[in-house]
């Protein structure tokens, strides 16, 4: 069973309900009609209904087992309307605004989760990462006690021994350009809390770098150096060490070598780079070399699950994200 087969299954324990608001995009009827008939989760999708039925006729998909929802002619669009003008009258929006804002299926989304309506939401098939992350960051917000919003891969690599059997949480790949120490600590444990979440295993943390203990000296080692220190003590729960070279991280004999009484090095499952270069760099590299499943760019610290799709994505691109969303919802 791979590791989306086991995210399905813990999706099954508890089932949750997903916003899909890209409705008249086929990949999204397609993924809404697969979820429908492995019933991990429970979908709305959000746009035109007759526009959406007709799509799914067209192209023979079963899309009964969802529900659509046209936002203007929802019963909750006042109710959501209203309910956004009061989240966002001190910024200077007006009334008016908001219900014009609330005819955007995303933002109606966002909305029902915001709303308890719905457990969260997955767009990105047919719109920017900023498109779907600023409702998000407008109307949910940062979850309690986290500084910021951070993304993560997980990395399905297959006949790898290292890390957990071959998952990783990378992070973060996907939209932190260049995070300072402080938010890189930030961003680890987020990562860490990520993978145990999804993974169901203790993360071991391996704060990358070029340099090894000190191997390398320069600003770009120190701030990973200063993050890992961040990290141990305000997360002292948190097995994590650093600064490590990816296969003193990953690698027991390298570790061996490099950082014998490290805690962590050569076991690490949750990686996490010094700048998005890094990060996006060695999630596309992983996935094509080694021909990794990779899954996200999936959020962390939004106060109820959003995740990102890659325009590029697949129907089960959108399936894996959706049972992904769903596991998270659980545990919000």
Sequence with gaps: MNFIDIVKEKAKSEIKTI???????????????KVGIEGFAKIILIGNKEKTENLAKENNLDISKATIIDPEKSEKYEEYSQA???LRKAKGMTEEQARETLKEPIYFGTMM??????????????????????PALQILKTAPGTKLVSAFFIMDVPNCEYGEDGIF???????????????LAEIAASSAKSFEQLVGKEARVGMLSYST??????????????ATKFLKERYPEIKSDG?????????????????????????????????????????????????????????QGIA?????????????????????????????
């Design 243 to 299: 600064e490590l070279q990816l296969d003193a991280a990953i690698v027991p004999s390298v570790a061996q070598s490099k950082a014998p009484n490290s805690e962590v090095a050569g076991k690490c499952n949750t990686l996490i780079f010094p700048d998005l270069n890094a990060g996006n760099i060695g999630y596309k590299l992983v996935q094509r070399l080694a021909k990794a499943e990779a899954y996200g760019p999936l959020c």
């Design 113 to 134: 989760v915001k709303q308890g309506d719905a457990d969260g939401l997955v767009s990105g098939a047919a719109h920017s990462t900023s498109n779907t992350l600023r």
């Design 213 to 226: 203990y000190g191997s390398a000296k320069s600003e770009l080692t120190e701030k990973v150096i200063e």
């Design 19 to 33: 916003c899909l608001p890209e409705a008249e995009d086929i990949r999204v009827l397609e993924a809404a009609s």
């Design 84 to 86: 956004f003008y009061e």
């Design 304 to 332: 109820k699950p959003v995740n990102d799709l890659s325009r590029g994505c697949s129907a089960d691109d959108i399936v894996g994200v959706v049972a992904i969303t769903a596991v998270q919802g659980q545990n919000k």
């Design 169 to 183: 949480v990378f992070g973060d790949s996907g939209l932190n350009e260049n995070p300072d120490s402080d938010q």
